[in-house]
């Protein structure tokens, strides 16, 4: 299996427009998580879903922020409208719960608002 | 509202020497730990885990330490070699109704000097 994969790796956008980032999580896994990394709160859990059903949110910081797992192998997270405070790096994590395995990061997304 | 804690943001340390990096917790309720390393440009990749039925996890020259009764554990990298440099997380996982969530600290930044 190639990993979680994310795209795009980088992403530049003016203030006020729409970003969508993408995930494909492992294959077999049933848990598919879309971090935030920032300097002042590090690794921050924005959703994460189980078998494609989104879980806890609570970590969504706005109504903005949006995501979905249309089917086990696809997920999106939306940014409509965008602004600068949302440059950061964004990961996208999967793992097979139901026992004590860890999670695996794809390579992240690095958003720039500007 | 932090669980998990890693109080250094940042740790140098002599290459061949031990470097022990600290992780606190707020919430009894974990029960197993992890410990993942991330490089820059890269995602977070796991490294070790520990289980809360132990008190000691050793793999190579990687051995992370728990005390529960002190809600502490640490990670002890000996010896230290330059290729350890990199952001350093402990994580866990809260377990609610079968789902589990990892959440993690905010990361310490081990340089090792050469």
């Known amino acids: 299996d190639a990993g979680v994969i994310q795209s795009p790796r980088h992403e530049v956008t003016e203030m006020g427009q729409e970003v969508t980032l993408r995930c494909k999580p492992i294959s077999g896994h049933n848990s598919l998580f879309w971090y935030r990394q920032t300097m002042m709160r590090g690794l921050e859990l924005l959703i994460y879903f189980n078998n494609n059903v989104p879980i806890d949110d609570s970590g969504m910081p706005e109504d903005r922020f949006s995501a979905k797992m249309p089917n086990a192998s696809f997920s999106t997270l939306k940014i409509q409208p965008s602004e600068p405070r949302d440059s950061a790096v964004y990961f996208c994590a999967s793992s097979f719960i139901g026992g004590n395995t860890e999670a695996f990061f794809g390579q992240g997304t690095r958003l720039t608002v500007v | 509202d932090q669980q998990v804690k890693q109080n250094s943001p940042s740790l140098s340390v002599q290459e061949g020497r031990i470097s022990i990096l600290n992780c606190d917790y707020t919430n009894s309720m974990f029960d197993y730990f992890l410990w993942y390393k991330k490089y820059p440009a890269e995602g977070p990749t796991f490294l070790i885990s520990?289980?809360?039925?132990?008190d000691k996890n050793e793999d190579g020259r990687f051995t992370v330490f728990l005390n529960k009764s002190a809600k502490h554990l640490s990670l002890h990298i000996v010896p230290s070699q330059p290729g350890d440099s990199a952001v350093y997380f402990c994580?866990?996982?809260?377990?609610?109704?079968?789902?589990?969530?990892?959440?993690f600290g905010t990361g310490t930044r081990l340089t090792i000097i050469p």
């Open positions: 994580a866990a996982p809260l377990s609610n109704f079968g789902n589990e969530k990892l959440t």
């Open positions: 520990i289980s809360s039925i132990k």
